[in-house]
């Protein structure tokens, strides 16, 4: 296990973490949360053995094998599978030491190796590292194209693809979908939920959060406070918390009005029953854990557009592309105020290209396509963050949308963005990719746009950003278009979405969940089909059957255990349920609260040992019919 006992970590004379203590078991999966430059990838560091701590230990087993995301990848020539491949250093050199072996004819050491390759995975080892690869957005032609080749997410991508590959007993994390589209997205946490060793994650992604991990730490105040059940749990408690502690609360009250205003509207002319049902309980949610919320730093909203024309945009039989090639065809789309978009589909399908065209940077190559006089757009793309002014500070950014406005309207409205005292004065340059977003969205709600197209806008905002952007986003009046893989975002500020795919620009009849099936179905059917045996077909069945014999013990303890766990966690939920309640801690409760306790310990280890059960079951059955593979 991890175990931190009383440990001080500092970077430079910044203290990030102030005697903390926590503990992380062995297959536990745990998200680390917490504001930008608290001090999590300084965390991710000291796991890796590159920090060490001031006072107190931190203690990790030291054969376990640790394996993160590099943040660099060389513009080398090797096959994108090839350089995947090489991560695994350990495999490598094994093949290395064969090819030397090998030279010197060295029998005894060849065999020796042959049996040390099986172990590591080696004829596996491209097959692996393609699925993976594939389930990552990269096509089959992709895989040979060389690493130079390929842009710096791409390049992201294939760093996250070698961490994927590699055997692991500790996997960190650090924002891995912030370079990944949503179909990407929904791959990684299907694997994250297959992987059976220790996972630390750092995202900002709540929906991702929510479904690769069990347990939240959060870092407060210096502080490491730990947090069972994932990210959604996480705000329920800490919203309780917020009211037994009588948090200014006075602030919130705009927004849930706002809110209370908004579901009631969207209520009203919803035309989608399952899709605004949907929206509504994102809503109602959020409305909900505001007090989670209460003291971020980030307080700002749009401001009434000055012209609200109708339609804002029309499209017509648009044909769209880039020189000879099209990519997409007779698109017709209409915006008006209150449209709310979010635009769905898999990597390369156009979504971003229609975005383009919308904010003016790609013209069509044929249709009509009318904006009206006094569409004013707000556009926000990744490119835009390099178009700042990396010597002008982010004050002289908003003074120079507006020179009638005083420095202290300025410096109290870029509070609302984060941007406090000379960090408002200092220039751009050295700001991190959060800030310089921040940066850029300051600029397009200043400019009070009636058209926003907003282009993956969540990739470097933390949590509390992204709450505030959310709520923003809640009472713009204007039309809105999102691309984002942050699908708790797009679940709650989207009234319809439609898919880009094929070529076309379809509405999608559903929500998100509908989308995420029709994402899993595509993957699934997208996989080579297996060749058609040349045995006889009753000698095969023959065998299949005796195989299904074999396996049936082993059948029946995979669904025992099934049941128990199903029938434990049910009542495990019920159990954290009632301790979710605050009263549960009075001192009259006393009893009851150790009760419930020693039931919810009891419970976790009835899962843990069902769980062994049904692995070790489940290893029988695959061993069975991988045995009977290689025989025939």
């Not at 000291?46 to 006072?55: G, P």
């Not at 394996?67 to 090839?82: F, G, K, L, M, N």
């Not at 698109?331 to 290209?353: E, F, M, Y």
Request: charged share 25%; with cysteine.
């Amino acid at each position: 296990m991890i175990k931190l006992s009383d440990m001080t970590l500092m970077r430079g004379s910044k203290v990030l973490l102030d005697e903390v203590s926590a503990q992380i078991n062995p297959g536990q999966k745990v998200a680390l949360i917490g504001a930008n430059g608290c001090g999590k990838s300084s965390l991710f560091a000291l796991l890796r053995n590159e920090l060490s701590v001031e006072t107190g230990n931190c203690e990790l087993p030291s054969q376990w094998r640790i394996v993160s995301v590099a943040q660099e990848t060389p513009a080398t020539e090797r096959r994108a599978i090839d350089y995947v491949i090489d991560g695994d250093t350990h495999l490598r050199k094994l093949q290395a030491n064969l090819i030397s072996a090998e030279a010197r004819h060295d029998g005894d050491e060849i065999g020796r190796l042959h049996g040390l390759l099986e172990q590591a995975g080696a004829y596996t080892a491209e097959a692996r590292a393609a699925t993976i690869l594939a389930g990552l957005g990269f096509s089959q032609q992709q895989l040979v194209h060389p690493v130079s080749a390929f842009s710096g997410g791409w390049r992201m991508r294939l760093n996250l693809a070698q961490a994927l590959l590699c055997p692991s007993d500790l996997l960190l994390l650090d924002e891995p979908t912030n370079h990944l589209d949503l179909d990407a997205v929904i791959w990684l946490e299907k694997w994250l939920q297959r992987y059976e060793g220790t996972l630390i994650l750092i995202s900002h992604d709540k929906a991702f959060i929510d479904s690769a991990v069990g347990c939240i730490i959060s870092v407060e105040h210096k502080k490491l406070i730990a947090y069972t059940g994932n990210y959604s749990s996480y705000e329920k408690q800490r919203a309780e918390r917020a009211r037994l502690q009588t948090i200014e609360f006075e602030k919130q009250q705009a927004k849930r009005a706002h809110l209370e205003s908004f579901i009631n509207r969207f209520k009203a002319k919803a035309s989608k029953a399952k899709q605004a049902q949907s929206r509504i309980k994102q809503l109602q949610k959020m409305e909900d854990l505001l007090p989670a919320h209460a003291q971020s730093q980030f307080n700002f909203s749009f401001a009434d557009p000055t012209a609200l024309p109708n339609p804002l945009v029309q499209m017509n039989d648009i044909k769209l592309g880039y020189g000879d090639i099209t990519i997409l065809n007779k698109v017709k789309l209409n915006l008006v105020p209150g449209s709310r978009i979010g635009l769905l589909g898999r990597n390369g399908q156009g979504k971003s290209t229609l975005i383009k065209m919308l904010a003016g940077e790609l013209q069509p190559k044929q249709g009509v396509f009318t904006t009206a006089q006094g569409l004013n757009v707000g556009y926000f793309a990744q490119h835009q963050l390099e178009t700042l002014d990396a010597k002008a500070s982010a004050l002289l950014h908003i003074q120079r949308l507006d020179e009638t406005a005083t420095e202290q309207a300025m410096r109290d409205y870029l509070g609302g963005f984060g941007f406090h005292g000379d960090e408002a004065t200092s220039p751009v340059a050295p700001m991190s990719g959060g800030e310089k977003a921040r940066l850029v969205l300051a600029m397009i709600v200043y400019q009070k746009p009636n058209l926003l197209l907003l282009d993956e806008p969540t990739n470097h905002l933390d949590l509390e950003m992204r709450h505030a952007l959310n709520i923003a986003l809640q009472v713009f009046e204007g039309a809105m278009v999102l691309v984002s893989h942050d699908r708790f975002l797009l679940g709650s500020v989207c009234e319809s979405f439609y898919l880009v795919n094929g070529g076309e620009v379809n509405p999608f009849d559903g929500d998100l969940e509908d989308y995420k099936s029709w994402i899993l179905s595509q993957q699934k059917e997208s996989q080579p089909a297996e060749a058609e045996p040349k045995a006889d077909r009753k000698a095969e069945k023959r065998k299949q059957a005796e195989l299904r014999q074999q396996a049936a013990p082993f059948k029946k303890v995979l669904d025992k255990q099934e049941l128990q766990m199903a029938m434990a966690s049910d009542k495990l939920a019920n159990i954290e349920h009632q301790l979710s309640d605050p009263e549960m801690y009075d001192d009259k409760n006393k009893a009851k609260l150790m009760k419930l306790l020693a039931e919810q310990t009891e419970l976790k280890q009835q899962i843990e040992e069902s769980e062994m059960l049904w692995l070790e079951a489940q290893e029988k059955i695959e061993s069975i019919f991988k045995l009977a593979a290689k025989e025939g």
